[in-house]
């Protein structure tokens, strides 16, 4: 038993996840066809950048709420300056930096005011909301991909055959991965959410640690924001509404611990994918969207349940 509990600590996600599979394809074989499969990555690949973002900062025992009105912000920013004859070439990394600036900004609250990661990101959120409200008066920037090459593509491109969004969840999983499992930034990070006064006596810069994990986070909201935008057309001004509790329940059903010092980027990877198939899934069954949210919360219930179990 003790073996069998072991196994399930080391691999737990990734049996849950295999496990869902087989019960869904099961009851529906249509599940596990070529185009049903690449759906699923297209529709996680917002929620997985994301989450990956989210990842540095719970590994440092931290939150951030604002991931959603971050998005919502750069990309109506991002829509604004098209609708006005911007280049595209402009537009698309100005949001991405706003992305970084706003990362920035909580990480600053953070890590030199000494907020709360709740508080400060809970009040980043709302006044990043009313600014996206205040800049387009609540109405949507529509008809982007028209006026965009690039976030056309975004949309529509593929690279044989392989949805572009999905190219660059794949893409940033491994750069993330390599950046926290193989750099002095990532152990860091990890020294940070593990004991942050002996992070601090061993000459780690945790300050710095605390705001960069924040950039990051930022950066892949925008570039989720980015992706949004270019699957609607349109920025809209509630856009990412929800978001940050999708991704804080992919990164803890990947096995990250919420008191910090311990995750991984391709766990979450796996946590994705959990909420993709469970939506998916459940769609396909043809449960119905009131069931479904029950279903999500029970199983972000378990997943908060085992993390404690395994750090006790």
Same mark, same amino acid.
């Given at each position: ?8 600590? /080391?691999?737990?996600?990734? &049996? ?7 019960? !869904? ?33 719970? &590994? ?31 537009? &698309? ?7 970084? @600036? ?5 990480? !600053?609250?953070?890590?030199?005011? /000494? ?10 959120? +709302? ?18 991909? /028209? $006026? ?39 152990? #860091?990070?990890?020294?940070?959410? #593990? ?14 640690? $605390?705001?960069?994990?924040?950039? !990051? ?11 949004? +935008? ?7 001004? +509630? ?24 995750? /991984? ?9 959990? @909420? #993709? ?17 029950? &279903?999500?919360?029970? !199983? ?13």
């Amino acid at each position: 038993m003790d073996k069998v509990k072991q196994l399930f600590v /080391k691999y737990g996600t990734a &049996i849950s996840l295999f496990v869902l599979i087989g019960i !869904v394809s099961a009851i529906n074989p249509k599940f596990l066809t070529m185009y049903n499969i690449l759906n699923i990555f297209r529709q996680v690949s917002i929620i997985g950048l994301i989450a990956f973002g989210m990842t540095f900062v719970i &590994i440092t025992g931290g939150i951030d709420l604002s991931v959603g009105a971050t998005l919502a912000l750069t990309s109506m920013i991002m829509g604004l300056m098209l609708v006005k004859g911007t280049s595209d070439l402009v537009a &698309i990394p100005v949001a991405l930096l706003l992305g970084v @600036i706003f990362g920035g900004i909580n990480g !600053v609250l953070i890590s030199k005011v /000494k907020l709360q990661p709740f508080i400060a990101t809970l009040a980043t959120m +709302t006044m990043f909301r009313g600014i996206t409200m205040i800049i387009s008066n609540g109405i949507p920037a529509m008809e982007l991909t /028209k $006026k965009s090459s690039i976030l056309n593509f975004f949309s529509q491109g593929k690279i044989l055959n392989i949805p572009f969004p999905m190219i660059l969840l794949i893409v940033f999983l491994v750069v993330l991965l390599l950046l926290l499992q193989n750099t002095v930034f990532g152990r #860091g990070v990890y020294a940070v959410g #593990g004991n942050e006064e002996a992070a601090r006596l061993s000459s780690i810069p945790v300050n710095k640690v $605390k705001i960069l994990v924040y950039v !990051v986070s930022g950066f892949m909201s925008a570039l989720a924001g980015v992706i949004l +935008t270019s699957r609607l057309s349109s920025a809209q001004p +509630t856009a990412g509404i929800g978001f940050e509790l999708d991704a804080i329940a992919a990164v803890v059903i990947g096995g990250t611990s919420l008191s910090g010092g311990k995750g /991984k980027i391709f766990g979450t990877f796996l946590g994705v994918l959990i @909420i #993709g198939v469970l939506n998916n899934g459940l769609n396909i069954i043809g449960v119905s969207a009131f069931y479904q949210q029950f &279903i999500k919360g029970l !199983v972000i219930l378990l997943a908060v349940i085992l993390d404690r179990k395994s750090n006790t």
